[in-house]
C-alpha cells in the first residue's frame, strides 16, 4: 500500500500549449523559468506563487502530515522536482525551510538563496550566513549571481558585510578577485553602503588577505579616477573611500606616499602651463588631483610631514576654482581639507582599532 504517492500531490507545471506565445503572460512564465534555472537571486527571492496560486494551504498541510508521518520521503521528493516546482511547494517559516535543507542536494542552493534572505531580512545569525557564503562560493555560477545581486547596493543588506569577512578569509583567491571586482565605483557616495563595505574590509582578520583586499580596491579606485571622463564640481568621494584610506595609512611606504603627494603638488603647481580642449578637460583633471591628495593627505599625521602640509594648505587656500565651488553632497572640497587635513591636529597611534577614518575618524589619531 502506497502510503505517500509524492510525484503526484507534489506536482505542478505550467502549460504553455495553452498560453498564447505572444502574449506577456507567456513571456513572463517563461522569463521566470530561465531566471530561476540561472540561479538568479531576485528571481528566486521574488518568488512567492502561494498567496496568488492558492497552494498555501496545501502546502502548509503536506508538511503538516510529512512532518509526523513521512518527512524523509517528503523532503527527497522535493530535492528532485524542477526549480519550478521545488519553490512553488516550499513551505513557508525559516525553521522549517532550514529543516528541509538538511536533506537536499539537488535543490539545495535554491532554498539557501531563499533561507539567506530570511536571514538578512528578519533575523541574526552571522555563522549560518559566514556558511552559506562560503557554500555559494563553491559554485561559479552561483557565486556571480551572489556577487551580482549584494554587491550592486551594498545599503539594502548591510549586515551581510560583517559575516562576509569571516567568509573572505576562507575563499580561493579567484573567487576573492570575483568578488573585489563585483563591488560598484562611481562617483557618488551612499553612507550607508560605505558603513557596510567598512563592515566587511575592515574586520578582515587576517593582515595579509586585507591588505591584497584593499590594495585591489585602491587600484580599481586609482583606475576609476584616472579613466573617468565625468564632470567633477568637487574632490570625488566614492563608497570605498574608507578602504583606500586605510590602505594608503596601513599598508603603503612611507616613501611611495611623499612621492606621491610630491608629484600632485607639482601637478597642481604647473597646471595652468598645460594644455586644455576646454575648462571642463581643466576642472576634470584638476579634480582628480584633488581627490588623490585628499586620500594621501590622510598619512600626513602618521609620518608627520608637516612640510607637505603646509603645502597643501596653500593650494588650498590660494585656488580660485575652490574658492568658488559650490557645495556638493554636504560639504565643499576646501571643507573637506580643512575638517579632515589641513587643519588636524592629532597624533597618529598604530594600535587604534580598525573603524572608520572618513566617518568616524577612529583610526586618524
Known amino acids: 500500500m502506497e502510503v505517500f504517492n509524492g510525484n503526484k ?46 497552494n498555501y494551504q496545501y502546502n502548509h498541510f503536506i508538511y503538516s502530515i510529512a512532518d509526523k508521518f513521512f518527512f524523509d520521503e517528503y523532503c527527497h521528493i522535493l530535492d528532485k522536482k524542477d526549480a519550478l516546482t521545488f519553490l512553488f511547494f516550499l513551505t513557508d517559516g525559516f525553521e522549517k525551510r532550514l529543516r528541509i535543507l538538511e536533506y537536499l542536494s539537488s535543490n539545495q542552493s535554491l532554498l539557501q538563496i531563499k533561507l539567506l534572505d530570511d536571514i538578512l531580512l528578519h533575523g541574526d545569525n552571522e555563522d549560518f550566513i559566514c556558511k552559506t557564503i562560503i557554500d555559494f562560493s563553491i559554485k561559479l555560477e552561483l557565486w556571480q549571481q551572489f556577487i551580482s545581486f549584494y554587491l550592486e547596493y551594498p545599503s539594502r543588506y548591510p549586515q551581510l558585510f ?30 550607508e553602503s560605505k558603513k557596510a563595505l567598512n563592515s566587511c574590509f575592515l574586520n578582515i582578520q587576517k593582515d595579509e588577505i586585507q591588505k591584497y583586499c584593499l590594495e585591489t580596491l585602491s587600484l580599481r579606485w586609482l583606475n576609476f579616477i584616472d579613466s573617468s571622463r565625468d564632470y567633477f564640481g568637487s574632490i570625488v568621494l566614492t563608497d ?40 571642463l578637460e581643466y576642472s576634470n583633471y584638476f579634480y582628480k588631483l584633488m581627490t588623490k591628495l585628499f ?18 594648505s596653500f593650494i588650498c587656500s590660494g585656488n580660485s576654482v575652490l574658492k568658488n565651488e559650490k557645495s556638493f553632497q554636504n560639504k565643499t572640497t576646501l ?9 588636524k ?21
Open 295 to 312: 586620500v594621501y593627505g590622510f598619512a600626513i599625521e602618521k609620518y608627520n610631514l608637516y612640510d607637505l602640509k603646509e603645502k597643501i
Open 162 to 191: 560583517k559575516p562576509l569577512s569571516k567568509a573572505i578569509i576562507q575563499l580561493d583567491a579567484k573567487i576573492m578577485d570575483l568578488l573585489l571586482n563585483g563591488i560598484g565605483i562611481n562617483k557618488f557616495i551612499s553612507n
Open 240 to 279: 570605498i573611500i574608507d578602504l583606500v584610506v586605510v590602505y594608503i595609512r596601513d599598508f603603503q611606504d612611507k616613501k611611495v606616499i611623499i612621492r606621491e603627494i610630491e608629484l600632485i603638488l607639482y601637478n597642481l603647481e604647473e597646471i595652468d602651463n598645460k594644455w586644455f580642449i576646454d575648462r
Open 9 to 54: 500531490l507534489l506536482s505542478f507545471k505550467i502549460d504553455f500549449k495553452q498560453i498564447n506565445e505572444f502574449s506577456h503572460t507567456y513571456k513572463s512564465h517563461r522569463d521566470l523559468i530561465n531566471g530561476i534555472e540561472k540561479k538568479e537571486f531576485k528571481t528566486i527571492i521574488d518568488f512567492n506563487m502561494n498567496p496568488n496560486m492558492g
Open 345 to 365: 591636529v592629532r597624533s597618529w597611534e598604530r594600535s587604534e582599532p580598525r573603524s572608520e577614518p572618513f566617518v568616524e575618524q577612529a583610526r586618524s589619531g
Open 335 to 343: 571643507q573637506l581639507f580643512e575638517e579632515h587635513i589641513t587643519n
